[in-house]
């Protein structure tokens, strides 16, 4: 090897190495980027049957798309929002108690003595946690900040969807280009119908908790209820971290609230699982179920609270990449990857995307 090669084979490694280190330092910003890409999707859900049902141009349907979005926010907030506000003030006002209630009663439990210790550090812990306010409000700012800056990211890039696409199909071989293309367009299908299944399901449990929480006449059982649906975003973390919140509160008014309030959300949750999911879900995008568990705990552990946040839908994008192009291309494997069409589908699709680009 000549010293000319050498250098240029070291210069090459030296390169590699400080893309790694920077990709794993940027990690963060891998993850917000993939959200811009969750909120094209969104953007893209409502504007794509409307260029086709109406024949409206592409940027136009964009437009009526986020500002329908908007739309439906503020009747919401318009609606409910001073009730909302009422009862999230209402729950804060009543957790505190309930937490010493909780304790007192585990307290008076001689078998749960140690855990009764655990508790008081908790609670301890909990006091510092009070003092460091100001540095969670600022930090709750700069999320703001982020989730602003991520979705105007998402707007930009569901106005120009071909524009990210293409520019992404440019890194790889002119040959491997269409196979790419039918890669990428599936992993957005898979993204897609994952979005719209996981928002029916949001809607649907978020308001079986609420209706449920009003009859057994546990308090702020709309704020409690929302908290509830927005968590289902979330798999397996999110759902459980919303059930604390009302089973302290369901304390507060006896056993039998208590025991209501726990069959309640058992009961939704078995539902959700069981009929909701699958129902929703079938023929949309099939993520195995241990796939999903396993992607909250690793995208976690990598990425902290956005990895757990953005958890399944990257799985499912990573799981739809590995079935294309590893199972059927390298395996020759016979199987269908969540979001991809026939073949034959595959390429009128494509034929119709090159004459609207």
């Known amino acids: 090897m000549t010293l000319s090669r050498m250098f240029a084979a070291a210069a090459i490694l030296v390169a590699v190495y400080f893309l790694a280190q920077g990709a794993v330092r940027l990690a963060s910003l891998w993850v917000l980027i993939f959200g811009s890409v969750v909120v094209a999707v969104i953007i893209r859900a409502i504007a794509d049957p409307l260029v086709r049902w109406t024949g409206m141009k592409d940027g136009l349907a ?62 301890s812990e909990a006091k510092q946690a009070f003092a460091l306010a100001p540095k969670i409000a600022m930090g709750a700012l700069s999320g703001i900040a982020t989730l602003f800056l991520v979705v105007v990211a998402g707007v930009f890039l569901a106005s120009h969807p071909a524009n990210a696409r293409e520019g992404v199909l440019s890194m790889f071989p002119k040959d491997r280009r269409d196979r790419m293309r039918d890669v990428l367009n599936a992993c957005g299908r898979a993204l897609q119908g994952w979005l719209k299944a996981q928002l029916f399901s949001m809607v649907l449990v978020g308001a079986l908790v609420g209706f449920g929480l009003k009859l057994i006449g546990v308090p702020a059982p709309l704020a409690l209820g ?99 192009l590893y199972r059927q291309d390298v395996l020759g494997d016979d199987v269908r990857a969540p979001g991809e069409l026939q073949p034959k589908a595959a390429r009128a699709h494509r034929r119709a995307q090159t004459r609207t680009e």
């Open 226 to 324: 929302l908290a509830t649906g927005l968590a289902q975003f979330v798999p397996i973390i999110g759902p459980i971290a919303s059930a604390v919140p009302a089973i302290l509160v369901a304390a507060t008014g006896g056993v039998d609230m208590l025991v209501l309030t726990l069959a309640l959300y058992i009961g939704v949750s078995q539902l959700e699982s069981n009929l909701i999911t699958p129902l929703v879900q079938k023929n949309v995008a099939a993520l195995p179920v241990v796939l999903g568990i396993f992607g909250v705990v690793g995208l976690g552990a990598l990425f902290g609270p956005l990895g757990v946040l953005f958890a399944v839908p990257l799985t499912l994008v990573l799981y739809t990449l590995g079935t294309m």
């Open 62 to 123: 964009v437009l009526v798309s986020v500002v329908a979005i908007l739309a439906i926010l503020g009747l919401v907030g318009f609606l409910f929002g001073q009730q909302i506000t009422a009862q999230v003030q209402l729950l804060l006002e009543e957790l505190p108690g309930a937490w010493a209630q909780m304790q007192l009663r585990i307290a008076a439990s001689p078998a749960l003595g140690e855990a009764f210790e655990q508790l008081k550090g908790l609670t």
